[in-house]
């Protein structure tokens, strides 16, 4: 936001969002690269998604400094699950509607790699589709605010790093 950061930097930062949703099913065994955000907790979710609508027609500037001090916070976020849009409705869709799983692969080069194995529920129409899709406009200016949204729930997470502490070393189970 203030312009410290390098541009090639920030451009790698991008990846930390950008997965690949790898999904198998009736659809065969699919990756799909697939924007994810840390979702606000549900109690908070309805101020929060009332607070992107007032945003429209703001500058990239000013959504970007609301979405850094009032949502992107520890005391707002549920670290335990990922939105994610579904814009195309292929393979991805066609799997997690039958399976409602999923696996994000992260990479952000050159050694950094984390699997997140998640079960999924689809939303449509709901806040939490409504809160992806504003947050899809706001950032991208989308014209379309319907497109159904994943909520990817993470159950266990492994460091795939090349590095001594990974090599698929299981970091976090959700507990039963």
Known sequence: MRGETPRERVLIEFTRTLPAVITDGPAGLSGSIKMVSILPRQD??????DRLRELEGYSSERIFEVLVHEVYREDVLDFSRLGALELAKKHTWTNIRATKRATLLFFTPPIESYEVRCSVEIHEGDEVAQYLNYLHKLVHRAKRV???AYVFIIEEIYDNSDSPDGYGRLIYRRLA
Do not use: A, K, N
């Open 44 to 49: 908070v979710l309805p101020r929060v998604l």
């Open 146 to 148: 319907d497109y159904p």
